[in-house]
């Protein structure tokens, strides 16, 4: 068995420009693992202000990280 422990996944579910991320990265020393929102072009901004990040391009109620 594993006993490793992992950190917290952190998901920003309504991504836009990424000012939620930013708040998260300057509080916690990380980037969100992933940005969700169902408009492309928010996600494209997100996309170039956090691009460590996942991003996916769904309904928050059809995705499963």
């Not at 996944?9 to 693992?33: K, Q, Y």
């Amino acid at each position: 068995m594993n006993n490793q422990s992992h950190p917290p996944l952190i998901i920003d579910s309504f991504a836009g420009g990424g000012g939620v991320s930013t708040g998260i990265e300057m509080a916690l020393n990380r980037s969100p693992d992933v940005a969700i929102n169902h408009s492309a072009a928010a996600l494209a901004l997100h996309a170039a202000n956090h691009p460590e990040t996942l991003h996916l391009d769904s309904n928050i109620w059809d995705v499963d990280p």
